[in-house]
DNA sequence: CAGTATCCCGGATGATACTG
DNA sequence: CAGTATCATCCGGGATACTG
């Protein structure tokens, strides 16, 4: 018999199912540099509204990407900063980030030898 | 004055428009492995209708990531490769399957903990 | 500031039927 | 087998207004 543990999950399906979507992946991007406050996470991410924002934002908490901090302020505080799981994420966008320099130069040079 | 090639472009926001959603990453991953028949493909991928496969590799055929190949046999036989930029992500799904590997095996110690 | 609450539209997706 | 075509549907996401 086939115990439960011995089932066949895919791990590349599990983490495209946890990041495997645009915004996420951007959110992502920005929070392994730093900490940041709900509105200059907004402004760093081109073309994002609030309501995408805060629900991918919900979503990676609850899957426990990051945490959520609160402050009791007038005006409010909220910043966001990445858990060790999400931390954890780190080569992944790190190789995105490789891939992606690499692919713009290609660009770049047949654009220089037009 | 700012030449067009400086303007600030984010590699990780290139790579992601590129293949950052489920079901490319999901493509890539099943031909990073090998090259797959339309059909094989459709049955590889969880989940994936065939309009939904047939849309996304004509997108990834498009952006040169992969190459499409059509024979004029009967019954039709169309197979589906990687180009070498397609290839060079390889990296990149390679960091997603280390990672679902890890988070894979720590949810089950946790399971196992119980 | 950092949200929530509504309304609403268009594109993405599924289902089905048909074809080279 | 590997699609394309068409229709119906649904909900992701934008716009706007409001609030602790």
Redesign the interface.
């Given at each position: 018999m086939i115990a439960k543990?011995d089932l066949p999950?895919?791990?590349?399906?599990?983490?495209?199912?946890?990041i495997?979507?645009?915004w996420k992946?951007?959110i992502l991007?920005q929070l392994l540099k730093e900490r940041k406050r709900f509105n200059e996470l907004r402004r760093s991410i081109?073309g994002i509204s609030q309501k995408v924002l805060t629900q991918n934002l919900r979503a990676m908490e609850a899957d426990g990407i990051l945490v959520r901090y609160a402050y009791a302020e007038v005006p409010p505080r909220v910043e966001y900063e990445l858990s060790e799981?999400g931390n954890?994420?780190r080569?992944?966008?790190?190789?995105?980030?490789?891939?992606?320099?690499?692919?713009?130069n290609t660009l770049?040079d047949m654009?220089e030898a037009e």
């Open positions: 543990k999950v895919c791990p590349v399906a599990t983490t495209v199912g946890l495997g979507s645009k992946l951007l991007q081109d799981l954890s994420l080569p992944i966008i790190s190789e995105m980030d490789s891939w992606g320099v690499e692919y713009l770049k654009q």
